[in-house]
C-alpha cells in the first residue's frame, strides 16, 4: 500500500525556467494538500485540491504558482519562471477526507541556481 | 488569527533522559492537534493526533497532552535514544469551515547524543 509519492525528490532549475512537481495521492484519497518549507522554518499552507477542483489557493503566490489535481493523474504544482527565493522543499499531503490525519510524502526540494 | 509556537528552538540531551517538548497556540478554536517527526531530507511522519475533546495520546515512549484552555499542548519522550534525534512539529487544524490548512510551529529540532 503505497504512500504519497512525490516525484523529483531533488529539483535544479536555473532562475527564469519552469518548475513542476507531481504528487501521487495514497490510495483511496481524494483530497491534496501543498506545503512550503523554507530552511529552519515550520510549513506553510500553499493549497488544497480535491479531484478537478481547487478549493483553496489562499497561500499560493499569486502570480507564477498554479497547481492543478486532475481526474487522472498525479496532483502538479507548477512554478513558472522560477526565482532564488523559490528555493524550498515542497511538501504534498493526502488525506481521504478534509480534517482526517493528512499523510505526506517525502517532498521535492527544489534548488534555483 | 492562529499562531503555533514551539520551544525550546533545538534541544540536545544525554540517550536515556525523559523530556518534554513544547507547542503553544493562540486561538482556542481547535478541530485537532498533530506531532509530526521529520528526519533530514524526508518527508513528516505523524505520531500523534489529539482531538479537540481529548486530553492526551499515548503512542509507545511518547504522550502528547491537550490544554486548550490554556492553549498548550506538550510532548513528552520517555527513555530517549539517539534514534529519536530528529525535528519535531506540532499542526493545528482550526475549527472553521472555511479554513482548510493545519497551521504549523517552527518545531524542536531534538538530538540525543548518545
Known amino acids: 500500500n503505497a504512500g504519497v509519492m512525490q516525484n523529483p525528490r531533488h529539483l535544479v532549475r536555473r532562475r527564469g525556467q519552469e518548475a513542476r512537481l507531481r504528487c501521487s495521492p495514497m490510495k483511496g484519497h481524494s483530497h491534496v494538500y501543498w506545503y512550503r518549507q523554507l530552511p529552519e522554518e515550520g510549513l506553510k499552507f500553499m493549497v488544497y485540491l480535491q479531484k478537478e477542483n481547487i478549493i483553496d489557493e489562499s497561500g499560493m503566490p499569486k502570480e507564477r504558482f498554479s497547481a492543478e489535481f486532475p481526474k487522472e493523474g498525479p496532483s502538479i504544482l507548477r512554478i513558472q519562471q522560477v526565482v532564488r527565493g523559490d528555493s524550498a522543499a515542497y511538501f504534498c499531503?493526502?488525506?481521504?477526507?478534509?480534517?482526517?490525519?493528512?499523510?505526506f510524502g517525502d517532498g521535492t526540494r527544489l534548488s534555483i541556481l | 488569527k492562529q499562531e503555533v509556537t514551539q520551544i525550546p528552538a533545538a534541544l540536545s540531551v544525554p540517550e536515556g533522559e525523559n523530556l518534554v517538548l513544547n507547542c503553544s497556540f493562540t486561538?482556542?478554536?481547535?478541530?485537532?492537534l498533530q506531532w509530526f517527526r521529520q528526519d533530514p531530507g524526508k518527508g513528516l511522519t505523524s505520531l500523534l493526533l489529539?482531538?479537540?475533546s481529548q486530553r492526551e495520546q499515548t503512542s509507545g515512549r511518547l504522550n502528547a497532552s491537550l490544554d486548550k484552555s490554556s492553549g498548550r499542548s506538550t510532548l513528552y519522550i520517555a527513555a530517549s535514544q539517539p534514534g529519536d534525534s530528529a525535528t519535531y512539529l506540532c499542526?493545528?487544524?482550526?475549527?472553521?469551515?472555511?479554513?482548510?490548512?493545519?497551521?504549523w510551529g517552527a518545531g524542536t529540532k531534538l538530538i540525543i547524543k548518545p
Open positions: 486561538d482556542s478554536a481547535i478541530y485537532n
Open positions: 499531503a493526502s488525506s481521504r477526507q478534509h480534517n482526517q490525519p493528512q499523510h
Open positions: 489529539i482531538q479537540s
Open positions: 499542526a493545528v487544524d482550526p475549527l472553521m469551515d472555511s479554513n482548510y490548512q493545519l497551521i
